[in-house]
């Protein structure tokens, strides 16, 4: 079993920045791909941004530019960087491992983005 414990959201400005930790308590597969997805009350869960084992990356187009994503494989970890944030941007925000077919999900964590 994996368990993804997430940190650093929070309640911030628009146009401020947060970055959101994510880390794995251990890694059962040496191929994989983390994310990050975010989910309103009553809507479907979606993709953020993702990045694979091997650096690969992919984002949500309501994101580029403004959000980055990395992962440290030798802490199990990824990482969000999120600048130039929206209101829109309000959301819970959940870490997700993918290995093979077994996926696993964190608690989520909240980022609210209000004056």
């Known amino acids: 079993q994996v368990q993804l414990v997430e940190s650093g959201g929070g309640l911030v400005q628009p146009g401020g920045s947060l970055r959101l930790s994510c880390a794995a308590s251990?890694?059962?597969?040496?191929?994989?791909?983390m994310g990050w997805y975010r989910q309103a009350p009553g809507k479907q869960r979606e993709l953020v941004a993702a990045i694979t084992s091997g650096m690969s990356t992919n984002y949500a187009d309501s994101v580029k530019g403004r959000f980055t994503i990395s992962r440290d494989n030798a802490k199990n970890s990824v990482y969000i960087q999120m600048n130039n944030l929206k209101p829109e941007d309000t959301y819970d925000y959940y870490c997700n491992l993918l290995g093979g077919t077994t996926e696993y999900w964190g608690q989520g964590t909240q980022v609210t983005v209000a004056s």
């Open positions: 251990r890694t059962l597969f040496r191929i994989n791909t």
